[in-house]
């Protein structure tokens, strides 16, 4: 979600659901499908203006009652996780919904940006990347921001 929309949504409670990024997944989503490979030169585009935009929003995600990430792990004798984050609002709260019945913990809406994630990414090892509105488009970066 771009900041400045954030913000209007905050003051006004508009524009919840504009997000460039969902977008561009959505339309990287129905190519591949129609082309039958993520390898098509004709993705390209479209990759680069994920990779693009995916710096100029912020996202939203899960912490627990000690400020913790949500930490999906990778299988169950694995120590190594993604967090799940949501491109926007209604995004937050579809998924939200479905990932708090998993936790028992009484869950909360954290913003994060791709900063907070690099620097996760820089202070735990045990960290692989995240997965972008994980009951929708179940869209994967690793921790970097690449796919």
């Known amino acids: 979600m771009n900041?400045?929309?954030?913000e209007d949504y905050q003051k006004n409670n508009v524009k919840a659901s504009k997000s460039q990024l969902k977008d561009y997944i959505q339309i990287y989503a129905d190519m591949a499908k129609k082309l039958k490979s993520e390898d098509a030169v004709e993705l390209e585009a479209v990759k680069n203006?994920?990779?693009l935009?995916?710096?100029?929003?912020?996202?939203?995600?899960?912490?627990?009652?000690?400020?913790?990430?949500v930490k999906l792990t990778l299988t169950e004798s694995s120590s190594q996780?993604?967090?799940?984050?949501?491109?926007?609002?209604?995004?937050?709260a579809l998924g939200s919904a479905k990932i708090s019945k998993l936790f028992l913990d009484?869950?909360?809406?954290k913003?994060?940006?791709?900063?907070?994630?690099?620097?996760?990414?820089?202070?735990?090892?045990?960290?692989?990347?995240?997965?972008?509105?994980?009951?929708?488009?179940?869209?994967?970066?690793?921790?970097?921001?690449?796919?």
């Open 3 to 6: 900041p400045k929309d954030y």
């Open 49 to 51: 203006n994920i990779k």
């Open 53 to 69: 935009t995916y710096p100029t929003e912020i996202y939203f995600t899960l912490v627990d009652e000690k400020d913790d990430f």
């Open 81 to 92: 996780y993604i967090i799940p984050v949501f491109t926007d609002i209604r995004e937050y």
């Open 106 to 109: 009484k869950l909360e809406m």
């Open 111 to 147: 913003e994060i940006t791709p900063e907070d994630i690099s620097k996760i990414a820089e202070e735990d090892e045990l960290f692989q990347g995240f997965v972008i509105n994980p009951h929708s488009q179940n869209f994967n970066m690793d921790r970097n921001g690449n796919f």
